[in-house]
């Protein structure tokens, strides 16, 4: 028996990924999942992969009217919902001299009002002892040069995730957020560019004590523990999967 047996989840940015790695250790936790994102064909091909149990919904968290579908078709299944992991974001880098309000707008738009949006339009459907976890990131607790948008947004994340979680305790949801540090995903070749790529995972490593950066299925590791009754005394918090990055 897995840990999430006849629970049905919401992965958001589940095609690629944390978020992808993540569907799939959900479901093999005896789960239902539902990702979005919104590349159709990157979700097909998520779906492909995971084989059974997951349904894709393609959509922009960015749009009221995209969770709103999302939420219909987990609505339809009639089993209301036990985990969301509120995972997708954009990651857009730029100096304070030259970040731009529209740069803000759409960081601000995705990693903050999205993950608002996506968890306030699954309040109806959240079942008892539902669990939602927030993706923030490492970088909410520094001060990268360049990363000041990116990092700001996810502090907001880990704020919402305390507050929410305040307000939810008395449904008996739980919220709690995970912090990733550098992880090997198509995100760091978006955000730096394919031909960067390599040389940047490399010198992330450099900065990792265990000396090397993670895995998505480490951070589903976590998220999964997060969604399960294992961590039925954790609330508001965050749980680190940085190989030690923030903790020395
Ligand atoms: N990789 C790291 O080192 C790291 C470290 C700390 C935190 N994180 C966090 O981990 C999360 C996942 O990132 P990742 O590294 O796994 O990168 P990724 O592979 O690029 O995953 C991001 C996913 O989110 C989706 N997405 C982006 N914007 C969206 C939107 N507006 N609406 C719906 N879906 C959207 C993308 O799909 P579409 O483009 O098709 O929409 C993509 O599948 C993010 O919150 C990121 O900030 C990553």
Known sequence: ???????????????????????????????????????????????????????????????????????DAVRDRGRGLDVVFANAASATFAPLAQATGEQFDQIFGVNVRGTLLTVQKALPLLNDGASVILNASVRADDGWEDYGLYAASKAAVRSLARTWANELKGRGVRVNAVSPGAIDTPGIDTAVGEENAAAVKADLATGVPVGRIGRPEEVAAAVAFLASADSSFMLGTTLYVDGGEKQF
């Open 1 to 71: 028996m897995g840990q999430l047996e006849g629970k049905t989840a919401v992965v958001t940015g589940g095609g690629t990924g944390i978020g992808l790695a993540t569907a799939a250790r959900l479901v093999s936790e005896g789960a239902h999942v539902f990702i979005t994102g919104r590349r159709e064909d990157v979700l097909d091909r998520a779906v492909e992969s995971i084989g059974s149990a997951v349904t894709a919904v393609p959509g922009d968290i960015a749009e009221p009217a995209d969770l709103d579908r999302l939420y």
